[in-house]
């Protein structure tokens, strides 16, 4: 944990359960586990360890079936639905394995939708995200739908997009798990200077131990429980 850090995100007890029926499945229980401001932090597991149903916790996107997560001492799962989306609006960036860019839209129309969202007017809202579209090299682009982008493009496209309302916190969910080894180092190394450059705190779920071995911090889950895992430990 950095040195004289605000604890950002508390994860007390936390359990998640689905029932199907009479079925139940229990993903993991008893999670507790503390991220500072600033920190970027790699979360490793098997396929159905439940990383990604632990982004949508922490996000709000998904409720615990027991214990708490605190976001800068705010209880998350005490907060409304209205409060829920104002936080994710606000001070949470996500990034999915699959962009989710509307294809209608340009990629500037894309980058600017929170902002439009937040009831920006439209020119001040394109004029930044423009801003962001050249901070992740694809300025040149702007007028291209995501159907003419490549996959690394749309990845740039999706995290210039989570980076706009400048969020505290930043979710990633296998950020490069649909790339090409290659195309993959860069969008991970555009992560990792935007981390630094706009002082977030991420979380990034991720198969490729190379890249987890780059983070502050790693997480494993396995078999229902978390663990701290020196990154260095990792195979290279």
Same mark, same amino acid.
């Given at each position: 944990?950095?040195?004289?850090?605000?604890?950002?995100?508390?994860?007390?007890?936390?359990?998640?359960?689905?029932?199907?029926?009479?079925?139940?499945?229990?993903?993991?229980?008893?999670?507790?586990?503390?991220?500072?401001?600033?920190?970027?932090?790699?979360?490793?597991?098997?396929?159905?360890?439940?990383?990604?149903?632990?982004?949508?916790?922490?996000?709000?996107?998904?409720?615990? *079936?027991? =214990?708490?997560?605190?976001? +800068?001492?705010? %209880?998350?799962?005490? $907060? &409304?639905?209205?409060?829920?989306?104002?936080?994710?609006?606000?001070?949470?960036?996500?990034?999915?394995?699959?962009?989710?860019?509307?294809?209608?839209?340009?990629?500037?129309?894309?980058?600017?939708?929170?902002?439009?969202?937040?009831?920006?007017?439209?020119?001040?809202?394109?004029?930044?995200?423009?801003?962001?579209?050249? *901070?992740? =090299?694809?300025?040149?682009? +702007?007028?291209? %739908?995501?159907?003419? $982008? &490549?996959?690394?493009?749309?990845?740039?496209?999706?995290?210039?997009?989570?980076?706009?309302?400048?969020?505290?916190?930043?979710?990633?969910?296998?950020?490069?798990?649909?790339?090409?080894?290659?195309?993959?180092?860069?969008?991970?190394?555009?992560?990792?200077?935007?981390?630094?450059?706009?002082?977030?705190?991420?979380?990034?779920?991720?198969?490729?131990?190379?890249? +987890?071995?780059?983070?502050?911090?790693? $997480?494993?889950?396995?078999?229902?429980?978390?663990?701290?895992?020196?990154?260095?430990?990792?195979?290279?």
């Amino acid at each position: 944990m950095h040195l004289n850090s605000q604890v950002l995100v508390r994860v007390e007890g936390l359990k998640k359960v689905f029932r199907s029926g009479t079925t139940e499945l229990q993903v993991f229980e008893n999670l507790s586990f503390q991220v500072a401001q600033g920190e970027m932090v790699a979360i490793v597991g098997e396929s159905g360890a439940g990383k990604s149903t632990l982004l949508h916790i922490l996000g709000t996107l998904d409720g615990p *079936s027991a =214990g708490d997560v605190y976001c +800068a001492n705010l %209880r998350l799962n005490s $907060l &409304s639905e209205e409060g829920a989306a104002a936080l994710r609006n606000h001070e949470i960036g996500f990034m999915w394995q699959f962009h989710y860019l509307l294809p209608e839209f340009t990629a500037l129309e894309n980058v600017a939708m929170p902002l439009l969202v937040r009831g920006y007017a439209r020119e001040r809202a394109q004029a930044q995200a423009s801003e962001w579209l050249r *901070s992740v =090299g694809l300025e040149e682009r +702007a007028e291209h %739908r995501s159907g003419e $982008l &490549s996959g690394g493009e749309q990845q740039r496209v999706a995290l210039a997009r989570a980076l706009i309302t400048q969020p505290k916190l930043l979710l990633a969910d296998e950020p490069t798990g649909d790339l090409d080894s290659h195309t993959a180092d860069g969008v991970f190394q555009l992560i990792a200077r935007l981390h630094r450059d706009c002082q977030l705190t991420s979380l990034i779920a991720t198969h490729n131990l190379a890249f +987890a071995r780059r983070c502050d911090r790693v $997480l494993r889950l396995q078999n229902g429980r978390i663990a701290e895992v020196a990154p260095e430990a990792l195979p290279a």
